[in-house]
């Protein structure tokens, strides 16, 4: 096991930047997730912490080793390919064992090793097989397996369940998160599934056009999002953006309709704002109250557990996630309240939140 | 509409038909020649098949003549050109599959020129620099040609074959702990030996059938290829077709081997010898 | 150390120079055997052969070698046979290109339709192209010989000759022994690479054209011939020059003869070289047979660029 600290790494393909500046200490056992929409340069921060890309400035050291001049082969790291990567000339248990032969380890501690992983991963009955004939599931199985056969300081995982069913996606994770509590291994994975990323990582390092926008543990980043892209992207169905400026001690909408500023937060007069609410945190209420707002129902999407209703509300189109069916019928108008403990508030300009 | 369509299939099925027999007849032709014994040549000069067919032709080839020879010289020279551009060119095609460096383009260009420019401008030149080498007159010498002119065309098959394997797999091998020739080595040249079994047959057949280098270069007996010893058979013994066409049928043999052999990869080895070169 | 640092980048890379060189040097050795063979047996003949034009070198003559100056040209310009050869070489290339290209693309389009048997169809088919060039010049050269072939007679039979005789020995048609012979051998290569070009349109553009109303003819029109049209084009500008280099069929056949009717370029070289031994003559011809095949190329290339900015 051990750590991995990256510092103010910059990447440039050409004269193309792709990272730029980054900074980032994972500790020892510690599951960290990065996420990020797509061309974001997560697969190639992970590239480079395997040595599979070169390091245009910076260090990144492993347990305090700077290992930028370290070639893959001596990193005793492990990677999880979106794309698994088995060796398709070779059987399971040899895809497996296949770099505890390049270490020279002995026959009978390779035999060792790689059973316990298949015991692990429960690939016992596919050893003999190719992985032309195994299921997709399988084959993300015997990738995890090469990975854990070795015991190396660090799994690296590359959307490895990008590949998957919803279902079989389902319950991979349950698994990965299962193995890195029993094997408690230092891990950085890629994902830009945000539900994978909050329900695998400890710590969350969510990125956008190469710079990192927010780390911190998954409540912190759904609870406290620091800026309108982490807002954006944490969460589903994703945050309702209204735009305003602050008038008079108020938040006064493109539509003209009036918001209360939360407790305990400033803004100057004529600061332009947005406002940032969640769907879930949207109240129906039964009557018309204090402060509450009338608007007529647009689409009403069944969830199946919840419901999506969409009304046009404070110049928007506005989400509303309920858990009561029912209460909503196109056409006809909702209650609604606007929780002021719940509200973001984001500067337009820095896009940074506020308070 | 029904009755259109029948039409259609049946000229269509005619069409295919004339195409395989115009495709056929002269190989056919040359077999049939090759055991129509020689009594039976003017008699029945154009039926379709001797009322008798016999071997003779090709017992007095294999027996009293040199074709064995050259038949085992030019199995010599195309099987070791075969090997060596394969190795060679097999490495270069991966460097231009797998690394982005400066200069590729330029070597890019550089094949593509040896394959622009007219071969029978190097005949003269490539003599006076082979003589003085002692490399004319030896099968050595025509290996060291033929290497160097298939190797531009098998570069560009290899790097079509290596460009088709994921190159995720040299990473997961160098992260297993691999470097990168033992990734080249142990993970992908086993998935491109159909590849290399193309790429073999490709230049095996190109060199089997090679002429103008080895009438050149060659003049002894010894060092003798098939195409030369046929040729100058055909220009000594003129009159003696039977065995001139056992002999062609015994050249055709090999070829055809190989021709099954890359079947499947013909389209990729003409793009690959033809459109990027 | 602080002189180091000022060459090297930031601080992402602390190799040594020689690691550094060894990474960069990586491609280079796997690309280095082909390269030196190339340079060492493909370009120094080339470039060798250039000089020869300027010389005078005949093989038989020891006192051969001295330079010359544009002798050789001034010769070439008298040279009937040289001429005679030019327009033989444009005879020969057109007409096996073409030929070629038409009965390539048919056979390509008839097998792009689904058939029992079309895969064993497509083997036959394309197994010419298998066959040594020496071995199918003999062949066809022995076709079109009255005493052992079948053509003659049957030319006879239907009227076009007096007498079953050789067209290779009579000089009006002689040349057409070895484009027959050509495009034998060459169908297959323009029907495989048709046939690829035909299997890469995505189906579902002639369903979307059918359901749209298009008939066979104008779906032909709209979506196979705009798709073909690259593929054509580059086959058929690389084959010209390759056969217009292809001087085995004749040398094989007729040697060029009867008098000089099927003699090419390219097989006017090798006669120069081989026969006469004079090779500052053949390499004279051959530089410019080359400075003519790279102008017909330039020509090609500006043809589509100027075709390219129209659309
Ligand atoms: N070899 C390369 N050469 C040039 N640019 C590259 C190269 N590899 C990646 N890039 C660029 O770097 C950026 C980041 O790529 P990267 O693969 O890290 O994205 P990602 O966040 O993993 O995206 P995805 O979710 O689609 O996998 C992209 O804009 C990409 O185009
Ligand atoms: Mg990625």
Known sequence: ?355 | ?277 | MTSFSAAAPPNGDRRTPMQRLAARLEPWLYSAPVLILIVAIMLVPLALGVSYAFRDIKLLNPFSGGFVGLKHFRELASDSAFRGALINTLWWTFSSVILQFLFGLILALLLNQPFKGRALAQALCFLPWAVPSFLSGLDWAWMFNPVVGPIPHWLYALGIMSEPSNILSDPKTAMWGPIVANVWWGIPFFAITMLAALQAIPKDLYEAAEIDGAGPIERFRSITVPFLAPTMAISILLRTVWIANFADLIIVMTNGGPADRTQIVASYIFTQAFRRLDFGYASAIALVLLVLLLAYSMLIVVLRQTMLSRH
């Open chain 1, 1 to 355: 096991m051990a750590s991995i600290t990256i510092e103010a790494i910059t990447k440039t393909f050409g004269a193309v930047p792709v990272l730029h500046d980054i900074d980032l200490s994972i500790g020892d056992g510690e599951f960290v997730v990065l996420v990020g929409p797509s061309g974001c340069g997560k697969s190639t921060l992970l590239r480079m912490i395997a040595g599979l890309e070169d390091i245009t400035a910076g260090e990144i050291r492993i347990d305090d080793r700077r290992i930028n001049e370290v070639a893959p082969k001596d990193r005793d790291i492990a990677m999880v390919f979106q794309s698994y990567a088995l060796y398709p000339h070779m059987t399971v248990a040899d895809n497996m064992s296949y770099s505890l032969k390049l270490r020279k380890t002995a026959r009978e501690k390779i035999a060792e090793a790689v059973g316990a992983a298949a015991g692990k991963l429960g690939l016992d009955p596919l050893l003999a097989r190719r992985p032309k004939a195994l299921s997709g599931g399988q084959r993300q199985r015997v990738a995890m397996g090469r990975a854990i056969v070795r015991h190396p300081k660090a799994f690296l995982f590359d959307e490895p369940l990008s590949n998957l069913d919803a279902r079989l996606r389902e319950q991979m994770r349950a698994e990965i998160k299962r193995l890195h509590k029993s094997i408690g291994a230092t891990s950085v994975y890629v994902t830009h599934d945000q539900i994978e990323a909050m329900t695998l990582a400890d710590r969350i390092v969510a990125m956008h056009g190469g710079i990192i926008q927010q780390v911190g543990n998954p409540l912190d980043l759904y609870d406290r999002p620091a800026n309108l892209f982490v807002a954006g992207f944490i969460g589903s169905p994703a945050m309702n953006f209204v735009e305003g400026h602050c008038r008079a001690g108020v938040i006064e909408t493109t539509d003209g309709s009036k918001v209360a500023i939360p407790e305990g937060i400033h803004l100057t007069e004529g600061q332009a704002v947005t406002i940032g609410i969640r769907p879930e945190h949207v109240r129906i209420v039964a009557g018309s109250e204090a402060g509450s707002y009338t608007a007529r129902v647009d689409l009403v999407e069944p969830t199946g557990f919840g419901t999506i209703v969409h009304v046009r509300l404070l110049g928007q189109d506005l989400k509303i996630y309920t858990l009561e069916r029912g209460v909503a019928v196109v056409g006809q108008p909702l209650h609604i309240a606007l929780d002021s403990t719940r509200l973001h508030l984001f500067d337009r300009e820095t896009t940074n939140r506020i308070g």
């Open chain 2, 1 to 277: 509409m029904t009755r259109k369509r029948l039409v259609l299939t049946v000229l269509h099925r005619l069409a295919v038909l004339a195409y395989v027999a115009f495709a056929l007849f002269p190989l056919f032709w040359l077999l049939k020649v090759s055991v129509t014994p020689t009594s039976l040549l003017y008699t029945e000069g154009i039926r379709l098949w001797p009322s008798r067919a016999s071997l003779e032709h090709y017992e007095f080839v294999l027996t009293h003549s040199s074709f064995p020879t050259f038949f085992l010289n030019s199995t010599i020279v195309s099987a070791s050109t075969a090997v060596i551009v394969t190795i060679v060119s097999s490495l270069a095609g991966y460097a231009m599959s797998r690394f982005v460096f400066r200069g590729k383009y330029w070597i890019v260009a550089l094949l593509l020129l040896t394959q622009m420019f007219p071969l029978v401008m190097l005949i003269a030149p490539m003599f006076k620099m082979l003589s003085p080498l002692g490399l004319t007159n030896s099968l050595t010498g025509l290996v060291i040609v033929y290497v160097a002119f298939n190797v531009p065309f098998a570069t560009f098959l290899m790097q079509s074959f290596f460009d088709g394997i994921p190159k995720d797999l040299e990473d997961a091998a160098m992260i297993d702990g691999a470097t990168r020739f033992t990734a080249f080595r142990q993970i992908i040249l086993p998935l491109t030996l159909p590849g290399i079994a193309a790429t073999l047959g490709f230049v095996f057949t190109a060199a089997w059938s090679e002429l103008l280098f080895a009438l050149m270069l060659i003049s002894g007996e010894k060092a003798t290829t098939f195409p030369v010893g046929l040729l100058s058979f055909v220009s000594k013994f003129s009159v003696d077709f039977g065995q001139m066409m056992a002999a062609g049928v015994l050249a055709l043999i090999p070829a055809c081997l190989f021709f099954l052999l890359i079947q499947r990869y013909l389209v990729q080895g003409l793009t690959a010898g033809a459109v990027k070169g």
